[in-house]
């Protein structure tokens, strides 16, 4: 089975920036899209980014859009999670899954990914 451990996370004030990495074992990332999602304390989860297996499709939160950047390197079974400009609000434990039939659309919805990491800590705080 296909297993993903995501790395990168920490403190970090805010306006500054993180790269989380989200490395795959087991299988290769060819054939998957990947999500980013995070959950903060007391809140539900939320989409943050998809990109699909291909990495010619991307989508973005509302509120990440002009920040975040994904990325994919297939080569190395990494995607990758570039976080500039962090703001407090931005706290929370990220989570990067694998879904091998998610539209071309790359919605971000957690339901349409099966596999999942145990998650990494990101705190913005002054």
């Known amino acids: 089975q296909l297993q993903l451990v995501e790395s990168g996370g920490g403190l970090v004030q805010p306006g500054g920036s993180l790269r989380l990495s989200c490395a795959a074992s087991?299988?290769?990332?060819?054939?998957?899209?990947i999500g980013w999602f995070r959950q903060a304390p007391g809140k539900e989860r939320e989409g943050v980014s998809c990109?699909?297996?291909?990495?010619?499709?991307?989508n973005y939160a509302e509120d990440v859009k002009g920040r975040f950047t994904i990325s994919r390197d297939n080569a190395k079974n990494t995607v990758y999670l570039q976080m500039n400009s962090l703001k407090v609000e931005d706290t929370a434990v990220y989570y990067c899954a694998a879904g091998l039939n998610v539209q071309a659309t790359c919605l971000i919805i957690g339901l349409l990914f099966e596999n999942w990491g145990q998650g990494t800590q990101v705190t913005v705080s002054s």
């Open positions: 087991g299988h290769i990332l060819d054939n998957y899209a």
């Open positions: 990109i699909s297996s291909t990495g010619g499709r991307t």
